[in-house]
């Protein structure tokens, strides 16, 4: 969606699902009450027939509104092309959501987004009602009741898996959320369904660190709102599977690594396991406190998050999309466990066939890559390891000289410090990687759409989109595409599928 030219329409789809990823491209106005508001306000959604949409706050404020009270959209800072899916809070919320406070600290993740750590201080507790503190201190909390729920992880185990600096921290904060201590949430069925059954570690009575000194493997069932295509995210890992570094299990699990701060994790999804309301996913971090950044990964990963009943009603009713959603509710856009790993693993993909990009990217994480526990699987290479390989040594991997010379552009701009985190610009991010030589369009889009998690991201260059749609060019694909905002992420996963995986 442009913020320059709002399609009242597509903004009145996306104001109703309440989605923070919109916070930031429009604002909007209630006729009938004066106020304007930002697209995930809480407040009742008015009748279509009241409702007007404005690019700026500035420009509501012109038009005679006046701020909502609960939203307080007057305290937007900066320009409104800040980012592409929200304002400077949403991206903080969506990067202390996935650790970035347990892995930079308050001042990194301000840093990051590059204001002073008292305004990131001061927007937050405008915007969102907490400091980024409190936002973090309640992300462990909800963390550590669901590993005490699900897991037979001895409590102090969980303390630490949740980012506590100690058995009395972890006490005290489950008593101001949830007013119970966490020994109360603790299920009395130890091998439950769904729960782990293993041999609790033994439980050292210290304040300073965890009980045990291996992390276990623990196993979460990671709910989400029904109904969802396993079945497709299943053929998409299939297809995409990276020898050396994904495995596809003989009961269609699978396995792989996971990027963390003490080393990368080995993670399964379960399908067997699952169910209609969640996914379940064993764990094996390389310590117990990266847990929790793991499950945010592996959920932006799975896309479980999303609302396919808001994306349903929207697309449903469109002539090409809305045969394919009724055939596959549910379907999901595969995320990024890695922003890094997918913009590398899509230029080594870029104009060649799905089975020479898995190819390729098996001898390089076979030559780069780390060792991952004992099963003989390998993290994929961290993009400083690739810059420092150089264009020749990738070019042993089978790529082409100019293919070979953009991955290793990529890899160093990566490893220059261009986020593709969470938290991330995404107009700033796209640019950035359209300005390198050997990256078009395409690569860009794709890497906008998965790793960056723009739900209006389009790949209109795409070859299998174009055929879809029985155009030649772009701006026809782009054209059609249009009346498919703001979800034409999911149109898009929804024609690749019926194309290409699940025909």
């Known amino acids: 969606m442009s913020t320059e030219q709002i399609d009242p329409d597509v903004a009145y789809r996306a104001a109703s699902g309440r989605d923070p990823r919109f916070d930031g491209r429009f604002f909007l106005g209630v006729t009938t009450t004066g106020i304007y508001c930002r697209p995930s306000c809480p407040a009742r959604k008015p009748l279509r027939r009241n409702a007007v949409f404005f690019p700026s706050a500035a420009a509501a404020v012109a038009a005679g509104f006046r701020a909502c009270k609960r939203c307080r959209p007057d305290a937007l800072p900066g320009s409104r092309h800040w980012d592409a899916g929200g304002d400077l809070a949403a991206r903080a919320v969506r990067a202390i959501r996935d650790g970035a406070v347990d892995e930079l600290g308050v001042a990194g993740l301000a840093q990051r987004l590059s204001v002073s750590e008292r305004h990131l201080h001061r927007v937050l507790v405008t915007e969102v009602g907490a400091s980024p503190v409190q936002l973090n201190r309640t992300r462990r909390a909800h963390t550590a009741r669901t590993l005490v729920e699900q897991t037979d992880l001895p409590l102090i185990d969980i303390a630490f898996a949740a980012g506590f600096g100690s058995v009395r921290q972890f006490n005290d904060v489950m008593l101001a959320e ?5 020994s109360a949430f603790r299920r009395p069925a130890a091998g439950a369904a769904g729960r782990p059954n293993r041999t609790p570690t033994n439980v050292v009575e210290t304040e300073g660190a965890p009980s045990s000194d291996a992390a276990p493997t623990v196993v979460l069932r990671l709910r989400h709102r029904a109904p969802y ?14 020898p050396g570094m994904d495995v596809v299990e003989a009961d269609g699990g699978f396995t792989t690594t996971v990027p963390a701060a003490h080393g990368p994790a080995v993670a399964t999804v379960d399908w067997a396991a699952s169910a209609a309301d969640h996914v379940t996913v064993r764990i094996r971090p390389a310590d117990i406190s990266d847990l929790m950044a793991i ?18 009603e929207a697309l449903g009713p469109d002539p090409v999309i809305g045969p394919l959603i009724a055939r596959r509710a549910g379907l999901r856009v595969p995320g990024s466990l890695d922003g890094a790993t997918t913009a590398l693993l899509t230029v080594i993909g870029q104009a060649v066939s799905l089975g020479a990009a898995r190819t390729f990217a098996g001898r390089l994480v076979e030559a780069l ?14 993009p400083r390891r690739v810059a420092e390989a150089g264009p020749e040594a990738l070019r042993g991997i089978g790529l082409t000289g100019g293919r070979a010379a953009a991955l290793h552009r990529v890899a160093e701009t990566l490893a220059g410090g261009l986020d593709l985190s969470p938290g991330a610009d995404r107009a700033e991010a796209r640019a950035a990687l359209v300005a390198l030589p050997g990256i078009g369009p395409w690569t860009a889009d794709y890497i906008t759409l998965r790793a960056l998690g723009d739900p209006d ?11 879809a ?35």
């Open 295 to 312: 499950v945010s990964k592996l959920r932006r990963w799975l896309d479980l998050d999303a609302d396919p009943q808001l994306i349903a």
């Open 229 to 242: 295509d396993a079945e497709a995210m299943r053929a998409f890992q299939r297809a995409h599977a990276v």
């Open 369 to 382: 890559g780390e060792p991952v526990g004992d099963g003989g699987l390998r993290a994929f290479p961290a």
């Open 457 to 467: 991201a389009f790949v209109p260059d795409d070859l299998v989109l174009k055929k």
């Open 178 to 182: 949830f007013g119970a201590p966490p």
């Open 469 to 503: 749609l029985a155009v030649k060019t772009a701006r026809q694909a782009a054209a059609i595409a249009a009346a498919w905002s703001p979800w034409r992420g999911y149109a898009a996963l929804h024609l690749w599928t019926s194309a290409a995986y699940l025909p």
